[in-house]
């Protein structure tokens, strides 16, 4: 008896697909994975100041994510009286949609039976079309409207300042994030992600995995913060800066409503560490591991970056606005330009 | 089947939110209602087998393009186009150009029902079959005809860009700058 005994009892026509399927582990995946990271936030921060972080709920605190939902949702839903009725509602629908859509095209492991649990084996990721970096790229860009309208319909300064960095801090940092994934895109000559992971398999005299980490180092470090930026997270969070505006683009958000914004930013730290273990990490590929079980490697990899990203957040301070301009257009995208005629001229090189 | 019940339905969305766009008094709900249209011509684009221009019609005009709007929107902090007393004496409130606009709408109509009945003759003859338009998704194949075949009005309208840029450029820049 296992899955695949119950999977065939069930009448063909509602059997639930494999996609449907699909969409119901990643669904709950992310959701999972958002609340295990408030947690993993706030443990680590406590480690890296030297005291315990939250410990009461649950052993060690571990139920502490538990006790913060129960919290916001108990919590009285306010609007201002000046606030744009329909879009103030309509905007955290739109920042946590975006956040889940963006992960439907990004695959997280090789053909696999679970285990045996399966009778055919099924590909890891819900959908694979032949322009997922796209799709990802177009979908997270969406996001930024559900920042940008909170900011506006709150009828409120801090909220409003909060909006318009959000959008501007967007529009300088997604040129240099889509000129370091054209680089990958060169590189692997494809703009499907299961492509691009997939010509990266094997090694290099043996030892060093074909990861393009090694063929792109610049544009893995311009990737990584320029996608610190598009989240919103520290040293970047400007639209949110605490000590400046309140909370920015949320001030006037209680209840399920602002948990609405967390839960998406940190959906969207996820997608984009999953996105670039897909590009940079080589996916699931690893060395130990049969290739049915490299679903292993790729969330060790996309734990790894996802630490990282909370490591940065309680070391570097945030930077000036005016900072965060000049280093995104005078440093950031000449340095990602420079990368992609680089890498052309190096394809164009060995390949002719 | 499913595919015309599609059609009709993002044609629809399309369709009603471009007309509502020029209708609200609210430039905020203008944008939202332009991304709306373009959400859905790229749903067209992918019936039509074409994800790749799909996804470029929402990266460039939706995510980029409609969040400067929003941008400056926000900036002028706009949110009532009220009609104000200089704007109703704007010379061209008067009747005689609002008659001609009357006028200028009317042809406009007229010549698209002329364009739509003649597209209706159209309608039983085939498209150039559907295997065209799989190589024409093809990424490989589009960059290669745009630097090839169509150089000249690539490269035309990328200059002609930098050319609206450095002159956006020159006008911001104030006086005592130089």
Known sequence: MGLATLWASFDPYLRPSVIGLMIFIV???????????????????????????????????????????????????????????????????????AAFT?????????????????DEPIKLGVSDVNVGVLVVFAVTSMGVYGIVLAGWSSNSKYSLMGGLRASAQMISYELAYATALASVVMLAGSLSLREVVDAQSGYWLGFIPRWYLFLQPVGFIIYVIAGVAETNRAPFDFPEAEQELVAGYNTEYSSVRFALFPQAEYINMVTMSAVATDLYLGGWHGPFLPPAYGWIWFLLKVGLILFAYIWVRWTVPRYRYDQLMQFGWKWLFPAAVLNLIATAALILYFNA | MPDTILFYLLAGVAIIASALVIGQRNPMYSIMLLIASFGALS????????????????????????????????????????????????????????????????????????????????????????????????????????????????????????????????????????
């Open chain 1, 102 to 118: 963006a992960f439907a095209t990004v695959p997280f492991g090789a053909e696999t039976t679970f285990f045996g649990l399966l």
């Open chain 2, 43 to 178: 749903g067209l684009y992918i019936t039509l087998d074409a994800p790749f221009v799909a996804m470029a019609q929402i990266i460039v005009y939706a995510g980029a393009i409609m969040v400067l709007f929003l941008f400056v929107v926000m900036l002028l902090n706009a949110p009532q186009e009220d009609a104000a007393e200089w704007d109703r004496a704007h010379p061209m409130r008067r009747p005689g150009f609002a008659r001609f606009g009357a006028l200028l709408a009317g042809l406009l109509i007229a010549q698209l029902a002329w364009a739509l009945m003649r597209a209706s003759s159209l309608v039983e003859t085939p498209v150039a079959g559907r295997g065209d338009a799989a190589a024409l998704s093809s990424v490989r194949a589009l960059g290669g005809v745009l630097f090839t075949d169509y150089m000249f009005a690539f490269e035309a309208t990328s200059v002609l860009i930098l050319v609206a840029m450095v002159g956006a450029v020159v006008l911001a820049r104030r006086e005592d700058d130089r």
């Open chain 1, 27 to 97: 669904f709950n995946a992310l959701i999972m994975a958002s609340a295990i990271l408030v947690l993993a936030e706030r443990k680590i921060m406590g480690f890296m100041q030297q005291r315990y972080g939250p410990y009461l709920v649950g052993p060690h605190g571990m139920l502490q994510p538990i006790a913060d939902i129960l919290k916001l949702l108990f919590k009285e839903e306010l609007r201002p009286k000046g606030a744009d009725r329909w879009l103030f509602t309509l905007a955290p629908v739109i920042s946590v949609v």
